[in-house]
């Protein structure tokens, strides 16, 4: 059953059930945590898992800021499920005695409903805009060199898909992230996107590399790591680059989450590689095989940052 329950993409009402069950299961290393609401009245949803002690390591794993991109749901969903299925074996166990990993599969609810149910192709969230167009960019959106002019993809024309909102955190999707990363001090975070297979880190605003060469290198290694590991699985090359390398914007996650806090931060593009490989459109059959390569990747991030955090 819990092979072919993969193969299918998640809803957002069936993805709270699943999350759901899942914190049944285990009260004792799990919990299910609302980190916000978005504008439709979704619960934005985060399983915490781990030691309850307070003061240890802790992680953040993101997925589906953008609608249209559901594989970014399922691979962080389907980390959380081995998380907390193999909560006893190693080297989980050991992971959950000596830190805390969140894991909120699906940051953007209200835009992957409508992705589903009425434009397949749909990338931001449901906020009615002034000009009555619809949804703010939530990786635009971010308060770290927020809204920068004649920075591409950064738009201020509200029915642009890259609107960056009326000013830095103005969506419940945003604020929510903002709340628990303000509350928490995590010592790595990974947002999942789709597509291209690339692992980005900052800066995405700017060509220029951070300044803090300990950070660079720790970024740049990290990153080398999780492409050979993921080339492992099934041969696909992710390829590392800083964020502007693909192109520069405003806003994003990354560069609020390192800016801002100096988390070692990455956004992971998925499968597909191309436009003419499905671009969003990922058949569902590529779920598994798009999860098995990216697990351990998010292990070996997990291994290196809850054993020696940085920052
Ligand atoms: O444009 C984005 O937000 C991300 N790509 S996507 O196709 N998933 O929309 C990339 C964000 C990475 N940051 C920068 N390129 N600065
Ligand atoms: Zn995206």
């Known amino acids: 059953a819990t092979a072919a329950a993969a193969e299918q993409y998640h809803s957002a009402a069936s993805l709270e059930e699943e999350l759901r069950r899942l914190a049944e299961a285990r009260p004792d290393i799990a919990e299910l945590k609302e980190i916000g609401r978005s504008i439709e009245g979704r619960p934005i949803l985060a399983l915490r898992i781990g030691d309850r002690r307070g003061g240890v390591p802790k992680l953040l794993f993101m997925g589906c800021h953008h609608a249209r991109e559901w594989i970014a749901v399922e691979v962080p969903f389907l980390l959380v499920k081995e998380l907390v299925e193999r909560a006893d074996e190693a080297p989980i166990a ?26 397949r192709l749909w990338r931001k969230n449901r906020r009615r805009n002034a000009d009555g167009s619809f949804g703010v960019d939530p990786n635009r959106n971010y308060g770290y060199m927020w809204g920068t002019l004649d920075i591409p993809t950064s738009s201020h024309v509200p029915s642009d898909e890259t609107y960056v909102g009326p000013r830095a955190f103005s969506e419940p999707e945003t604020q929510a992230v903002r709340d628990l990363v303000g509350c ?54 992710y390829v590392p680059q800083p964020s502007s390398e693909l192109y520069p914007t405003a806003g994003d996650t990354t560069d609020w989450t390192y800016g801002t806090y100096g988390i070692p931060s990455f956004t992971i593009e998925l499968r597909p590689r191309t436009f003419e490989e499905g671009g969003f459109v990922l058949p569902a059959d590529q779920i598994m095989p798009t999860w098995e390569e990216n697990r351990p990747a998010a292990f070996r991030f997990i291994e290196q940052l809850l054993a020696a955090p940085v920052g």
């Open 94 to 119: 050991g992971w959950l005695g000596s830190g805390e990993i969140w894991v909120a599969p699906m940051v953007n609810p209200d835009g992957h409903e409508h992705s589903r149910t009425e434009a």
């Open 184 to 237: 928490e001090r995590f010592a790595g975070v990974i947002t999942y996107h789709s597509y291209s297979q690339l692992i980005l880190y900052p800066w995405g605003y700017t060509e220029k590399p951070i300044p803090d060469l300990q950070h660079r290198e720790q970024m740049v290694a990290m990153a080398g790591e999780m492409h050979d590991l993921i080339e492992a699985v099934h041969g696909k090359i």
